[in-house]
């Protein structure tokens, strides 16, 4: 007796009628998550200028690819060695323009770029809609010191304090405090500034006379450097000096001594060397005039007018430059 294997066939048929609605379905489904990747669009950006002075304002205009009338964009900086971070936002106008301006405290790179709200971004038949971003671009940003503009007296071999500001206000940067001498700059004192910008520097005096003192930044990763003028270190001695007014005398000099009359013998600097005497925390700048004193042990014959202008009392210790 022969035995018969029959197969039945309703299982492979549904089995392929299964494949065949997945390979229907899944290409469907790869659509549908084509929609809703957001496209990207071109955006255009020229900047006003690259190298800003510090609080200098950045202008970025631009276009944008097709039309995108109304929406937001964004001007975002990243810092040297930081993220991006959203300087100003505005919105584009009807042709596709547009214009954002904001002022950057650090150089670094700039990027405009289609913001995307979260309203677009979790609609589920707009998907996240167009988006897109410049270009990076690199500028750089300035610093400015600020530092009062005044007179330091001090005795030759003393010390003085000089304070100021660097901005942007950042902590840990290093201002330099120089004096000008014989037509070039020297570094006199170093500081660093605190978290609010401020720094303070002593400076120790050495020789006499009056030089022009300045701060400077030499500029780092955010910053590019500054200099600002930080007024006169005048270096003294201490010296001996008397007054005398002896109003239609022959000057050694040259010409006779009337009222009013400002100026101081010495026995030594040539005619018409200019001098400055302080006392009692008030200078004066004079020239010499007259030969003397000689009297032991003093430097300076103070003229009349010379001596009310300082309130010297007659004789005694007079701070001079020379």
Sequence with gaps: MKMQLRLRSTPLRAAIGALALIT????????????????????????SNTRLSYEQRLTATGRIAGTQGGRRLALDLAPS???????????????????????????????????????????????????????????????RLSAPRRGIAVLSGGRARLAGVLFPRRSGRVVGVEVARHGRWSLLARSRTSSSGHFGATVRAHGLGTSALRVRFAGDRLNTGSAAGAGTLQVFRVTQASWYQLTGNQLGCGGRMYDGQLGVANKTLPCGTQVTLRYGGRSIRVPVIDRGPYVGGRTWDLSGETRRRLHFPGTGPVWSDK
């Design 24 to 47: 229907i379905i899944l290409p469907a489904v790869g659509l549908a998550a084509g929609r809703a990747q957001p496209a990207s669009v071109a955006v255009s950006v020229k900047l």
């Design 81 to 143: 060695g930081s993220g991006w971070r959203t300087l100003a936002t505005a919105r584009v106008h009807s042709d596709g323009s547009y214009r954002l301006r904001a002022i950057a405290d650090a150089s670094g790179k700039v990027r405009v770029r289609l913001v995307v709200s979260a309203a677009r971004s979790t609609d589920p038949s707009g998907g996240a809609g167009p988006h897109g971003s410049s270009h990076a671009r690199s500028i750089t940003v300035g610093s």
